[in-house]
């Protein structure tokens, strides 16, 4: 594995393994952090999209860089991601049913990248009966850019903001601050 490969891999770890918590989910649920869970939803609930971003994380101060592309239809939500460099780190798949992740013993955790796939894609209708001692509220800024902030206990576990414009266009952050963890998704330009 190259050195950039790697240093995404890691930043990876980092990501999946930031939201862990220590109780056991309920069928069909996922842990996103202590005392918090989401059900996952179908994929048909979410809006179909297929899109590539530059993904940047940020953990303690550290940042590392890949491309994700998502695809999305009401059968399936399938995200993949490469290294800048081309080669593949991970590939995820749901399909309502079964979640999938290769490499199989990757460093990354599946379950907490369709959650927060869900947590920005779907609407928040949808999502809010999914939540598990979890409230999300969303505003929408002067801009346009829509803000959704999730809390557990009485505290902000996350804050995400997506800019205005269809999803598969949008610049989208994704803040888990007890983590000390930033997701910043920027649209990779179309191509022909």
Known sequence: MNRQAGSAALALSVLFTAGCASMLPAAGCMAFV???????????????????????????????????????????????????LGPGLFSVSYNGRTLQSEPAHGPQRADLLIIMLELVMARQRALQPALRGMRLTQT???????????????????????????LRQATIRFDIPPAHLSVLMQPLAARP
Not at 63 to 81: E, K, M, N, S
Not at 147 to 152: H, N, S, T, W
């Open 140 to 166: 929408t800024a002067a801009d346009g850019t829509r803000v959704r902030e999730l809390f557990a206990g009485g505290r902000r576990v996350a804050h995400i903001e997506i800019s205005t414009g269809p």
């Open 34 to 84: 202590r005392g918090g869970q989401l059900c996952l939803l179908p994929p048909a609930q979410l809006p179909p999209l297929d899109g590539a971003h530059m993904v940047t994380i940020d953990h303690d101060g550290t940042q590392q860089t890949f491309i994700g592309q998502l695809h999305i239809d009401a059968r399936v939500i399938r995200l993949a991601g490469s290294s800048l």
